[in-house]
């Protein structure tokens, strides 16, 4: 039973989105995605269209996702890869480097972003119509 987890805040769930969680389920058998809570949003400068109750629902619902948990802060990684017996942790390669350090705890993969699809984007666009 290989174990995969992610994070990130996943608003506006978009294609880019479900592609990174299509790829990093398919390194194991379960996914964890621990999902940014709305007052950490704050702190990484993000605000998210919907709230974190929406967004896990939302996530709750893709067939490649199989727990969601919050984020709370930058330092809970090692404990949630512990915590959920996290094999192989999944980012997008916006990220690349940046997590190297839980090399240490688990397998550590970053994948290429989906070009040319952002939330923010998709917000701007829906604004403007
Ligand atoms: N992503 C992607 N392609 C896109 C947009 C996003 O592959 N077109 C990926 C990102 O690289 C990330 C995941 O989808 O791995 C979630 O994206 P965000 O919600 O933007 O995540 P972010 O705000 O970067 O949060 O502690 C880590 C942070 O919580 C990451």
């Not at 994070?7 to 398919?26: C, E, P």
């Not at 190297?100 to 550590?108: F, G, I, M, Q, S």
Request: aromatic share 14%; hydrophobic share 35%; proline share 2%.
């Amino acid at each position: 039973m290989k174990r995969v987890i992610t994070y990130g805040t996943f608003d506006v769930l978009h294609y880019g989105h479900i592609n990174l969680l299509k790829r990093a389920r398919s390194y194991g058998d379960y996914l964890v995605v621990v999902l940014s809570s709305d007052e950490f949003n704050k702190i990484k400068n993000k605000q998210s269209y919907y709230p974190y109750e929406q967004r896990k629902i939302i996530l709750e619902a893709c067939r490649y996702v199989d727990l969601v948990v919050p984020e709370v802060n930058w330092e809970q990684k090692v404990d949630d890869i512990k915590k959920y017996y996290a094999d192989i942790f999944v980012m997008g390669d916006d990220w690349r480097g940046k997590f190297d350090y839980l090399n240490n705890y688990c397998k550590v993969i970053y994948l290429d972003r989906t070009p040319d699809v952002c939330s923010t984007t998709t917000k701007q666009h829906l604004k403007s119509n």
